[in-house]
């Protein structure tokens, strides 16, 4: 019996180890023949909308963990930093429809005033911000960081009402800057 069992052990061993070869075999010829197929405009297309959902839900939840205050200053900097990174397309979408009609009734018209009349590179800083009934009403000093202040500083009023979360319109003082400096 002892000679049986000896049998048995080497038989078992032969056999895991050709099971174990074969499926090796397997897995080398997959991966050899698989072919990667390069990713199309499609599928780049659908990776951006994903991320940029990803991307929606995440500040939608850190918005709701925010005070009243910091959502404000929060929409304030998004508007700025969108002009700041020259995405005026993006920022012009989210300016009051009435206040965009009467002042700025084009993108030129938008795009000109912020090269004319504000610094190249700028900061914020608020000072105030209080709420009137469904709107709020930040007063933000804007800042020439280039030029410190030896440059083009100002104070303006930013009016920003929020429907829902990471759901606003936007308004400000735009002869703010334009006083300021002429």
Partial sequence: MAKNDKYNFKLAIIIVTAVVTIILIGIIILVATK???PMTKEDIEQADIEYKEIRKEEIQKD???KSEQERMQYYCA???KLIDNDNFEEAYKLLYSEYKENFFPNINNFKRYFKEYF???FGLAYS???RLGDIYVLNV???DTVNGSYGHNFNMYVVIKENAL???V???SRNSAVTEEE
Wanted: glycine share 0%; net charge negative.
């Fill in 35 to 37: 072919k990667t197929t």
């Fill in 63 to 65: 918005l709701y963990n």
């Fill in 78 to 80: 998004n508007f700025f």
């Fill in 119 to 121: 610094p190249s590179d």
């Fill in 128 to 130: 105030n911000i209080e």
């Fill in 141 to 143: 000093s804007v800042k």
């Fill in 166 to 168: 990471n759901d606003y």
């Fill in 170 to 172: 936007i308004s400000f």
